[in-house]
C-alpha cells in the first residue's frame, strides 16, 4: 500500500514548485531583456559610427574601441566572420585574441566595403552583474519557497477547519432539508456540492427504503389472500376431489400469486426496462375479465366491456397483466355494485367502478402504488379520481399529461 501523505504537505510543495518555476521565469525574461537592451545600446553606437564613416570624404577619426578597416584590407579570420553578410547587417563574436566584438559591414563614400567593428569587452555589464548578483537570486527563492509553504499550511488549515465544521453538521443534520439548507449556506462552491450530494445520498437511501417497505407490504398484501384461498380450496378439495368451485379458486389463487411474483421482480429491477418490447393488451385483458368474472359476481358486480383489439403497450406481458390485474382488483374489492366499465382504446385504459359508499373518496388500496411505479419504469402514468359523487374512475397513459385525461 502506497504511503500516504497529508494535503498540507502535498499542497505546500506544489506551491513551493509554482512559486519557483514563476521566479526562474521571471528571472529568465529579465536576463534577455537585459541582453536585449544591452546589444541594443551597443548596436545604436556601432551604427552612428558606421555612418560618420559612409559620410567622410576620407578615413574619421573614431572613438576610442571603434575601428574601421577596408573588407580586403581586413584579417583572414575577419573577413571570414563576415563572409556573406550584407551590407547594415551586424555581428557579434569573440576574436582569437579573446575580444569580444561588434561588427558592421558597410560602404565607403568610394563604394568600398568597410568593416567596422566595436570591442565591448568591457561593457558586458549584464554578465558582471549576473556573476554577482545569483547569491541573491538563491536568497529570494529561499524566501519565496518558505513563504509558499506558510501560506499553504495556513490555506489548509483554514480549508480543513471549514471542512471539520461541515462534516460535524452533516453528522448532526436532521434529514435531507437541513442538508440542502446547509448547502445554501456554504460560500466555497465545492463545500455546497458536498452537502448538496450528500442530500442526495439520504432521499437515494429513504427513497429506497421507501420503496423496499412498499414492496414488503406488497407482497404480505397479495400473498395473503390467495395463500388463505389455497388452504381454503385444499381443505374443500380434500373431501370432495370433484369440487369445481375450489379448483376454481385455487386456480385463481395460483395466478395472483404468479402475478405477485412478477411485480416483485419487476420492482427489485434496477436497470432500464428493455427496448422494444411490446405487448397485445386485449388478449390479456380478456382473459382477466374472464378471471375476475365470478369474483365480480359476489360482490354484485359486471363488468361493461369497449375494446380495441389492436392495442399495443411497450411494456412486457407479465407487466401487462399485473397492472391490469391490479386494477381490475382494486375495482372489484374496493367498489360498490354495479357495472364496472372498462374502455381500452388506443389513447389508453379506462376504469370506472361504483363506489362502495358516498363516504368513500378513492376506492384504491396498496395496488395503486404497485401499477404507479410499474408504469413509471416504462414510461406511462396513473390518473385516479371521482367521477361526482358515485364513480372512481382510473386511467393509465403515457406520461407527460399535466392533468387527469376527461375521457
Not at 518555476?21 to 545604436?44: C, H, K, N, T
Not at 566584438?101 to 563614400?109: G, L
Not at 536568497?139 to 509558499?148: F, I, K, S
Not at 378513492?362 to 404507479?372: E, S, T
Request: aromatic residues 6%; hydrophobic residues 50%.
Amino acid at each position: 500500500m502506497s504511503r500516504r501523505r497529508s494535503l498540507a504537505r502535498v499542497l505546500a510543495g506544489q506551491w513551493i514548485v509554482f512559486g519557483l518555476s514563476l521566479l526562474a521565469g521571471f528571472a529568465l525574461v529579465s536576463v534577455l531583456l537585459l541582453y536585449m537592451l544591452e546589444d541594443a545600446f551597443i548596436d545604436r553606437q556601432l551604427r552612428e559610427a558606421s555612418r560618420s564613416v559612409a559620410q567622410a570624404a576620407r578615413a574619421p577619426d573614431l572613438p576610442a574601441r571603434f575601428e574601421a578597416v577596408r573588407e580586403d584590407q581586413a584579417s583572414p579570420a575577419l573577413r571570414r566572420r563576415m563572409d556573406g553578410l550584407r551590407d547594415g547587417a551586424i555581428r557579434e563574436f569573440r576574436l582569437d585574441d579573446g575580444r569580444y566584438v561588434h561588427v558592421m559591414a558597410s560602404r565607403d563614400r568610394a563604394g568600398h566595403r568597410v568593416l567596422v567593428s566595436y570591442d565591448v569587452s568591457d561593457q558586458l555589464n549584464v554578465n558582471a552583474a549576473l556573476a554577482q548578483g545569483w547569491p541573491w537570486l538563491l536568497l529570494a527563492a529561499a524566501v519565496l519557497a518558505l513563504m509558499a509553504y506558510a501560506l499553504a499550511r495556513r490555506f489548509v488549515g483554514g480549508v480543513s477547519r471549514q471542512a471539520g465544521d461541515l462534516l460535524a453538521r452533516v453528522m448532526d443534520a436532521d434529514g435531507p432539508a437541513q442538508l440542502r439548507a446547509l448547502a445554501g449556506q456554504q460560500a466555497i462552491h465545492e463545500f455546497s456540492e458536498l452537502a448538496r450530494l450528500s442530500a442526495e445520498a439520504w432521499e437515494g437511501r429513504l427513497s429506497a427504503l421507501e420503496r423496499e417497505r412498499e414492496t414488503l407490504a406488497f407482497l404480505a398484501h397479495e400473498l395473503r389472500t390467495p395463500l388463505q384461498s389455497a388452504r381454503t380450496s385444499l381443505a374443500l378439495l380434500g373431501a370432495d376431489r370433484g369440487n369445481a368451485q375450489a379448483w376454481q379458486r385455487l386456480q385463481r389463487a395460483q395466478d395472483r400469486l404468479a402475478r405477485a411474483s412478477h411485480a416483485a421482480l419487476w420492482l427489485g429491477t434496477a436497470g432500464p426496462p428493455p427496448a422494444g418490447v411490446h405487448c397485445a393488451v386485449a388478449p390479456v385483458l380478456a382473459l382477466l375479465l374472464e378471471e375476475f368474472e365470478p369474483l365480480a359476481a359476489t360482490r354484485q358486480q359486471r363488468f361493461i366491456r369497449t375494446i380495441s383489439d389492436d392495442v399495443r403497450w411497450p411494456m412486457p406481458a407479465e407487466v401487462v397483466e399485473t397492472v391490469l390485474a391490479n386494477l381490475l382488483l382494486n375495482a372489484i374489492q374496493h367498489g360498490g355494485p354495479g357495472g364496472v366499465e372498462v374502455v381500452l382504446e388506443a389513447r389508453g385504459l379506462r376504469l370506472a367502478n361504483p363506489l362502495a359508499d358516498a363516504g368513500e373518496g378513492g376506492g384504491f388500496g396498496l395496488g395503486r402504488a404497485l401499477v404507479q411505479r410499474l408504469l413509471e419504469r416504462f414510461g406511462w402514468a396513473l390518473w385516479h379520481g371521482d367521477a361526482g359523487s358515485d364513480r372512481h374512475v382510473a386511467w393509465v397513459v403515457p406520461a407527460g399529461l399535466e392533468a387527469a385525461p376527461r375521457w
